[in-house]
């Protein structure tokens, strides 16, 4: 199948480097303490976070750290055909798994020791790369609870499919069974905190996709700020003079 | 906090039967005194932990605990997250309540502003998102093509999914919401469905029949709790109502190649088929406090309650179905009286939720 045609356009019509639409929005759960909704093309997802707050679980209290914990989850009506997964199928965990894993990097933990801090993720459209869009939706959840972070984690993914690097994939290019790098960066800090590939790739342009990702792990950093900023904007406005 | 403060009820009962019976142990037979020792041991030691603990919150502690405290069910399986309140708290809820001025100015019949958000998810057939206070779900309605059951030929079968989403409270966390999603799922199919036959329901099942006994829709709605403030009953319903107005049901054109197999099915996506929604009910629920009830709790309202009914009502004042909840019984007289209270104020909810199923509509379209 075609992904690139000879024009250099792809399916949905985008350039290769192009990155699909992308939109994030502080405040979608009012009861938790902080939440956003990040959308990338028809990608979207909510992300709510609960804490610094007491250990559930005794046992699993850190004396000198914060247990961070992640939960993924995927509505029925998230993915084309309709299904009914059992929540807490080997996809989501390992999903839950690297989102905890990219969060837990960021934070400052030891700010916090013996305190718990959730960060539930939950998909209402998967379009392609969730994985990407959770944590972007994380990091915003993330700093609207005010928890203190060494810096921004955001993610993007990338491919390679007709020898062309392709940057943010959606469902179809997803499925069509090429590379699919996903990069998760700090974004001031300049370094790789998620990185995970699967199929096989040249060494050369195995770099040259790394690089197409992260570049676009910087502008979806560039729109994480924007939001927040305009965030901190509004809330400075209704707080008054 | 230490730990006999994460004694839940049951534990503590039952360290009190255990005490129990060692002393009835030790009385019987003499044979059973070491044992009888060793758990009496186990109690003293439990009371020498007990006063060690530091006490912070010594009150709520308390109340949490207590389930003798009139109007307090903590076992009620329908609050998502409970809420802890103080004795002056209560007071001041169901006080409040009593004079008809709740805790955030509203009256006992006054439902919070509704907003209704329609075709928010773009691959399904339909959809909504409706808001009411905090409390935010979304609905979605897929039509598949199906074969009716043999017992209904000639009708179309839908099911109604509720998930409880972990953003809309931590304990819905792994299977912590599996319970509450069952009960929303039960209540929203006995109101909208009716009975096993399909008789009575809000959805016309005959219209979703394609060819009889060969091929029909299936409807599956599934909702979606994004945050819960009380009151997921009535949102659920509410954004069922608005999810299947914006439903268009591709229509389908049948070719009988030979008469004996399956017919030849043409879906087309360019022409869909409106749904009939006017005889879609609404559900109210009223929440019994003290001698009054209220519509739209809030979840400390909740919190306060004896028992619930919600009762599902459609445009002609027929009532559809009913659910009672909570652990208190209630005079026959009074359900009498609150399902008509409901359905009065259900006529109210449907005027406003029509418009703004209308208002949502229309800003989709434009």
Known sequence: MEYVSPEGLRLDGRRPMEMRQIRGEIGAVAKADGSAVFEMGNTKVIAAVYGPREVQNRSQQISDQALVRCEYSMANFSTGDRMRRPKGDRRSTEISLVIRQTMEACIMTHLMPRSQIDIFVQVLQADGGTRSACINAATLALADAGIPMRDLVTSCSAGYLNSTPLLDLNYVEDSAGGPDVTVGILAKMDKVTLLQMDAKLPMDIFENVMQLATEGCKAVAQCIQEVLLENSKKLEYQRGP | ?366
């Open chain 2, 1 to 366: 906090m230490s730990w006999p403060t994460n004694l839940d009820l049951g534990q503590k009962e039952a360290l009190v039967r255990r005490a129990h019976s060692t002393v009835k142990r030790t009385e019987s037979g003499r044979e059973k005194e070491e044992g009888g020792e060793q758990r009496e041991g186990r109690l003293t030691q439990e009371g020498k932990w007990r006063e060690r603990q530091p006490q912070p919150q010594p009150q709520q502690q308390q109340l949490e605990l207590r389930p003798s405290i009139p109007s307090f069910h903590p076992s009620l399986p329908s609050f998502p997250g409970m809420v802890g309140l103080s004795v002056g708290e209560k007071h001041f809820i169901q006080g409040g309540i009593a004079q008809d001025l709740r805790t955030d100015g509203r009256k006992r019949l006054h439902y919070r502003p509704i907003s209704v958000e329609t075709s928010v998810i773009p691959q399904a057939n339909g959809s909504a998102r409706v808001r009411l206070g905090a409390t935010d779900v979304i609905v979605s309605v897929k039509a598949e093509l199906g074969k009716p059951s043999p017992f209904q030929p000639s009708k179309g079968k839908v099911a109604i999914f509720v998930d409880c989403s972990p953003t809309a409270a931590p304990m819905f966390e792994g299977r912590g919401g599996e319970e509450l999603s069952a009960e929303l799922s039960v209540s929203l199919q006995r109101c909208l469905l009716g009975g096993k036959s399909g008789e009575g329901a809000g959805i016309d099942l005959s219209s979703l029949m394609v060819v009889e006994g060969k091929l029909c829709w299936d409807l599956y709605i599934d909702g979606l709790v994004v945050s819960s403030d009380g009151n997921l009953l009535d949102a659920l319903g509410a954004a069922i109502k608005a999810a299947l107005s914006n439903t268009g049901i591709p229509k389908v054109n049948v070719a009988f190649a030979s008469s004996a197999d399956e017919p030849e099915v043409d879906v087309s996506d360019e022409e869909f088929l409106q749904f009939d929604t006017s005889r879609v009910p609404v559900i109210v629920t009223l929440t019994k406090v003290g001698r009054h009830y209220i519509v739209d709790a809030t979840p400390e309202e909740e919190s306060q309650m004896s028992s619930a009914i919600s009762v599902s009502v459609n445009r002609l004042g027929n009532i559809c179905g009913l659910t009672k909840r909570g652990g208190a019984g209630l005079d026959p007289s009074v359900i009498l009286d609150m399902v008509s209270v409901a359905k009065h104020v259900s006529q109210q909810l449907i005027s406003v939720l029509d418009s703004e199923i209308f208002a949502a509509e229309s800003a989709a379209d434009s």
